[in-house]
């Protein structure tokens, strides 16, 4: 497959090729107990996530809570399986 990846001219179908096999992957994951976190807006919690760094949180509603998600933190059946990269407002 990936030597015929050179030779194909249509990258259309190359993308759209590669998007069924990532939400297939996704669904058979998902079947299996994977979850992401939700972490945008929440609490800062080290149990959940890793803070990279730390940036002016917009309004002061927004201090000690995530203001971004750097990378996507996934469970499995409830344990953290990778944690939320974010950013937290101070």
Do not use: C
């Amino acid at each position: 497959a990936m030597a015929n990846n050179e030779q194909v001219e249509d990258l259309n179908s190359v993308k759209e090729g590669f998007g069924l096999i990532d939400h297939k992957l996704r669904t058979i994951l998902q079947a299996q107990g994977l979850q992401p976190m939700e972490s945008h807006g929440k609490p800062f919690d080290p149990d959940w996530h890793e803070a990279i760094t730390k940036a002016p949180a917009p309004s002061d509603d927004l201090k000690g809570k995530v203001i971004d998600v750097l990378e996507d933190g996934y469970t499995l059946h409830g344990k953290v399986l990778r944690y939320a990269k974010v950013v937290v407002g101070e």
